[in-house]
């Protein structure tokens, strides 16, 4: 196979180029930036040689329409596909990109068609930024995609760099098929570390010395952090920004956590002049046409912004001038883009320099420190092959860290994957659909998680080997007669019982005493007994052994340690089959309300198990208890829009008001909830569900013909988080349109509601 890229490939890419070649699938990891985009291009040359289909997957949506309009202009439309939910486009089409989530939905098959028709002539399968198995909500999509994927299928495997290549790998060539590893920490383009703080006099500089260490210039130690520190200790990115630009390192992406920072620095480093006359002019002409496309951009005020050379990047704004903003910076006219860390994953947006605002960062939890596979994906932005001799990573200080962190996570390995598998409701359906209760427990044990599970139990298995190793050592107490276990064990018995009838002799004699009775028949006889027990005790050795005390002790030690194996021991059981465990449990609860019957599905299992949600079963019991019966087209789509909100961190209460047919219908979806979270609780399982009404009156307001701007009047929410959630209600009134069962009235309301919906700004460009 010849292949021109215009250079010369690395070594890596042709060692993967021949396991492609030579029919195996690949696991490729290599640094971001290191040019793993050409391995997948290599799998789609060959797909198009042997006349075959390939499918490439991505974890995110913009991802994948990025990739989408990349190869239609390199391979043509004709020839390039597009499903992503949202979107459908071309389906047949012999390059086919789409989200992970899409493809995991077509091997369960359900209303995506047949499994063997959506798989037809497929080669390969490219598994982009396939570390996002790490992705606690999401991660479980990509080892349910390996795991059911026929073997006959390659997987181009494509990852960040993660410390467990290889027992991800030795994994899908257990689950799947011939599997070789490409590991590499090759970077065609070298970074160099720089440190910025006030405590560097206003200038970057190096964050290491040539021997690796940390340079001495920068001031270990958090200063103290009083009132005057923290006002003098603000970093204003406007001086860094010119810093950077007066060394000719821009174009930059500027990392933070936070999407009113991204804006704030954004609207504060517009005061700088960036741009050419040249560069302005081009700018102007690329806006002017793209608004020309998009109308209601128009008068949207980041324009003002992009003008000046600079822009944000975050979930909070409208898709379109994300992608305007992607666009302009891949044109080099963009010089700075102040954006939260999805950026990082996979986007093509090349810079020149990254910069990382904080080494720390807020979440669900508190604050916490960068994880080394974080900073990795984030500096691993920096540096433009072909254009760059070296990228450059500057780390932000402030009040709140120590250099030494930065220079800590800066020179730290990745981490490695973790398994973040879990058994849902639909899974349990889909399985149970086309596999027996054991074939399901033999697909679960095929997991990652259960594959890794030496490495997640090793604690209770190290405490298990010290356990054994210690009655071990019991068991081998040296004595100096020979006798066994048993025999101390009969002796220690014997022992017991003299003393006993020691004591009891001992009582009775003084009674006895007391009461003139000294020769009384019971206290003869239990004297006679004791002076047996001491007989039998002198025929046995332990009598008169020294070491008796110290035997009988760690004997004593044996029971208890014995009992404390026993429980990690079951402990490192239940935790291997912890993954069937809930399935078992969502098993029962399904069965419990009518959705399995001798483990397969019912009529209402089967509906279900075609759903996608955050979660089926409350869809489901929605559907079924008649809440949605009875609304027209604009109340469907708010009372669905109240089920697919995720949940804010601060509840406020709308300006737009709901119509009283969609209040009563999610006050009893509220009901609804409560029941099914008893249940949950009940058998110890914890799924969220989603109940937030707070963009319920807007998508009600929007289907009857309200005004986009109208709904910002007075409102502190992102136009992005609008348009999210406007999307996920379509993408659950879609499936309303098209899964067999559904109530006819309700299927056509959907789907008028979806028109009604999808205008701008909400449509896909």
Same mark, same amino acid.
């Given at each position: 196979?010849?292949?021109?890229?215009?250079?010369?490939?690395?070594?890596?890419?042709?060692?993967?180029?021949?396991?492609?070649?030579?029919?195996?699938?690949?696991?490729?990891?290599?640094? %971001?930036?290191?040019?793993?985009?050409?391995?997948?291009?290599?799998?789609?040359?060959?797909?198009?040689?042997?006349?075959?289909?390939?499918?490439?997957?991505?974890?995110?949506?913009?991802?994948?329409?990025?990739?989408?309009?990349?190869?239609?202009?390199?391979?043509?439309?004709?020839?390039?596909?597009?499903?992503?939910?949202?979107?459908?486009?071309?389906?047949?089409?012999?390059?086919?990109?789409?989200?992970?989530?899409?493809?995991?939905?077509?091997?369960?098959?359900?209303?995506?068609?047949?499994?063997?028709?959506?798989?037809?002539?497929?080669?390969?399968?490219?598994?982009?930024?396939?570390?996002?198995?790490?992705?606690?909500?999401?991660?479980?999509?990509?080892?349910?995609?390996?795991?059911?994927?026929?073997?006959?299928?390659?997987?181009?495997?494509?990852?960040?760099?993660?410390?467990?290549?290889?027992?991800? %790998?030795?994994?899908?060539?257990?689950?799947?098929?011939?599997?070789?590893?490409?590991?590499?920490?090759?970077?065609?383009?070298?970074?160099?570390?720089?440190?910025?703080?006030?405590?560097?006099?206003?200038?970057?500089?190096?964050?290491?010395?040539?021997?690796?260490?940390?340079?001495?210039?920068?001031?270990?130690?958090?200063?103290?952090?009083?009132?005057?520190?923290?006002?003098?200790?603000?970093?204003?990115?406007?001086?860094?920004?010119?810093?950077?630009?007066?060394?000719?390192?821009?174009?930059?992406?500027?990392?933070?956590?936070?999407?009113?920072?991204?804006?704030?620095?954004?609207?504060?480093?517009?005061?700088?002049?960036?741009?050419?006359?040249?560069?302005?002019?081009?700018?102007?002409?690329?806006?002017?046409?793209?608004?020309?496309?998009?109308?209601?951009?128009?008068?949207?005020? /980041?324009?003002?912004?992009?003008?000046?050379?600079?822009?944000?990047?975050?979930?909070?704004?409208?898709?379109?001038?994300?992608?305007?903003?992607?666009?302009?910076?891949?044109?080099?006219?963009?010089?700075?883009?102040? @954006?939260?860390?999805?950026?990082?994953?996979?986007?093509?947006?090349?810079?020149?320099?990254?910069?990382?605002?904080?080494?720390?960062?807020?979440?669900? /939890?508190?604050?916490?420190?960068?994880?080394?596979?974080?900073? *990795?994906?984030?500096?691993?932005?920096?540096?433009?092959?072909?254009?760059?001799?070296?990228?450059?990573?500057?780390?932000?200080?402030?009040?709140?860290?120590?250099?030494?962190?930065?220079?800590?996570?800066?020179?730290?390995? @990745?981490?490695?994957?973790?398994?973040?598998?879990?058994?849902?409701?639909?899974?349990?359906?889909?399985?149970?659909?086309?596999? %027996?209760?054991?074939?399901?427990?033999?697909?679960? *044990?095929?997991?990652?998680?259960?594959?890794?599970?030496?490495?997640?139990?090793?604690?209770?298995?190290?405490?298990?080997?010290?356990?054994?190793?210690?009655?071990?050592?019991?068991?081998?107490?040296?004595?100096?007669?020979?006798?066994?276990?048993?025999?101390?064990?009969?002796?220690?018995?014997?022992?017991?019982?003299?003393?006993?009838?020691?004591?009891?002799?001992?009582?009775?004699?003084?009674?006895?005493?007391?009461?003139?009775?000294?020769?009384?028949?019971?206290?003869?006889?239990? /004297?006679?007994?004791?002076?047996?027990?001491?007989?039998?005790?002198?025929?046995?050795?332990?009598?008169?052994?020294?070491?008796?005390?110290?035997?009988?002790?760690?004997?004593?030690?044996?029971?208890?340690?014995?009992?404390?194996?026993?429980?990690?021991?079951?402990?490192?059981?239940?935790?291997?089959?912890?993954?069937?465990?809930?399935?078992?449990?969502?098993?029962?609860?399904?069965?419990?309300?009518?959705?399995?019957?001798?483990?397969?599905?019912?009529?209402?299992?089967?509906?279900?198990?075609?759903?996608?949600?955050?979660?089926?079963?409350? *869809?489901?019991?929605?559907?079924?208890?008649?809440?949605?019966?009875?609304?027209?087209?604009?109340?469907?789509?708010?009372?669905?829009?109240?089920?697919?909100?995720?949940?804010?961190?601060?509840?406020?209460?709308?300006?737009?008001?709901?119509?009283?047919?969609?209040?009563?219908?999610?006050?009893?979806?509220?009901?609804? *909830?409560?029941?099914?979270?008893?249940?949950?609780?009940?058998?110890?399982?914890?799924?969220?569900?989603?109940?937030?009404?707070?963009?319920?009156?807007?998508?009600?307001?929007?289907?009857?013909?309200?005004?986009?701007?109208?709904?910002?009047?007075?409102?502190?929410?992102?136009?992005?988080?609008?348009?999210?959630?406007?999307?996920?209600?379509?993408?659950?009134?879609?499936?309303?349109?098209?899964?067999?069962?559904?109530?006819?009235?309700?299927?056509?309301?959907?789907?008028?509601?979806?028109?009604?919906?999808?205008?701008?700004?909400?449509?896909?460009?």
């Amino acid at each position: 196979m010849e292949l021109d890229f215009g250079f010369e490939l690395d070594d890596f890419q042709k060692e993967a180029m021949e396991h492609i070649c030579a029919g195996r699938s690949v696991v490729v990891c290599a640094p %971001t930036g290191a040019g793993k985009t050409v391995i997948a291009q290599i799998g789609i040359a060959k797909a198009l040689e042997l006349n075959k289909r390939i499918f490439y997957t991505t974890p995110l949506k913009a991802l994948s329409n990025q990739k989408f309009r990349d190869f239609s202009s390199k391979y043509g439309e004709d020839r390039v596909g597009l499903l992503t939910g949202d979107i459908s486009i071309n389906r047949d089409a012999q390059i086919v990109v789409m989200t992970t989530e899409v493809f995991r939905n077509m091997l369960y098959g359900t209303n995506l068609g047949k499994i063997e028709e959506n798989l037809k002539n497929v080669e390969y399968v490219v598994l982009d930024e396939v570390h996002y198995m790490n992705d606690e909500q999401r991660g479980t999509v990509w080892e349910e995609s390996i795991i059911y994927c026929p073997s006959n299928i390659k997987f181009i495997a494509l990852s960040a760099t993660v410390a467990n290549a290889k027992d991800l %790998t030795d994994w899908i060539n257990t689950v799947h098929s011939d599997t070789r590893l490409v590991n590499t920490d090759f970077r065609p383009v070298p970074l160099r570390h720089y440190y910025y703080s006030d405590e560097t006099k206003n200038d970057i500089v190096p964050l290491f010395e040539q021997n690796g260490k940390i340079n001495p210039k920068i001031r270990t130690g958090r200063q103290k952090n009083n009132r005057f520190n923290n006002k003098k200790r603000k970093i204003s990115p406007v001086n860094l920004v010119e810093i950077l630009n007066n060394r000719d390192m821009l174009p930059a992406i500027y990392f933070t956590f936070s999407r009113k920072k991204c804006d704030m620095y954004m609207e504060d480093t517009s005061i700088l002049n960036l741009l050419s006359k040249e560069e302005e002019g081009e700018l102007s002409d690329i806006i002017s046409e793209y608004v020309k496309d998009n109308p209601y951009l128009a008068n949207h005020k /980041n324009l003002d912004y992009l003008y000046k050379g600079v822009a944000s990047h975050h979930a909070g704004l409208l898709p379109a001038l994300k992608v305007l903003t992607e666009k302009l910076f891949q044109r080099g006219l963009i010089k700075v883009v102040f @954006a939260t860390e999805t950026l990082a994953a996979g986007i093509n947006m090349p810079a020149r320099t990254t910069i990382i605002s904080s080494i720390s960062k807020r979440t669900d /939890n508190g604050h916490r420190k960068l994880t080394a596979s974080e900073f *990795l994906q984030m500096s691993g932005r920096a540096g433009r092959r072909g254009m760059d001799k070296v990228g450059h990573v500057v780390i932000v200080g402030n009040q709140f860290d120590d250099p030494i962190d930065a220079y800590l996570v800066a020179s730290s390995a @990745a981490e490695p994957l973790e398994s973040r598998f879990t058994p849902s409701y639909s899974m349990v359906l889909n399985l149970l659909q086309r596999f %027996t209760l054991e074939e399901a427990r033999e697909l679960i *044990l095929k997991s990652f998680g259960y594959f890794s599970s030496t490495n997640r139990l090793k604690p209770f298995m190290d405490e298990q080997n010290q356990l054994l190793a210690r009655i071990k050592e019991i068991n081998n107490f040296p004595c100096q007669y020979n006798l066994g276990v048993n025999d101390m064990m009969e002796f220690n018995k014997l022992k017991n019982q003299y003393v006993q009838f020691r004591k009891i002799t001992n009582t009775l004699l003084k009674q006895a005493k007391n009461h003139g009775g000294k020769n009384a028949p019971e206290v003869i006889e239990y /004297n006679n007994k004791t002076k047996d027990f001491y007989h039998k005790m002198e025929k046995i050795k332990c009598n008169y052994c020294k070491l008796y005390k110290k035997h009988i002790k760690e004997l004593e030690a044996k029971e208890r340690l014995e009992k404390k194996l026993a429980k990690i021991s079951s402990a490192i059981e239940f935790e291997k089959d912890a993954y069937w465990h809930r399935f078992i449990k969502l098993k029962d609860i399904l069965t419990q309300y009518g959705y399995l019957e001798n483990d397969y599905p019912t009529e209402k299992g089967i509906l279900t198990a075609a759903l996608r949600s955050e979660n089926e079963l409350y *869809l489901a019991e929605l559907l079924f208890n008649g809440i949605f019966d009875g609304l027209d087209l604009a109340q469907l789509a708010s009372a669905v829009c109240t089920v697919t909100t995720e949940e804010d961190r601060i509840f406020t209460r709308p300006r737009l008001k709901l119509s009283k047919e969609v209040k009563d219908a999610i006050f009893r979806a509220r009901d609804i *909830l409560k029941k099914i979270h008893q249940t949950q609780k009940d058998k110890g399982v914890d799924i969220y569900m989603n109940w937030n009404p707070k963009f319920a009156a807007y998508i009600e307001f929007w289907i009857n013909g309200g005004e986009w701007e109208e709904m910002f009047v007075d409102e502190e929410f992102s136009e992005g988080d609008l348009v999210r959630s406007f999307k996920r209600t379509i993408d659950v009134l879609r499936q309303f349109c098209t899964i067999s069962g559904i109530p006819t009235d309700i299927a056509k309301n959907a789907s008028l509601a979806i028109d009604c919906i999808n205008r701008d700004p909400i449509k896909e460009e």
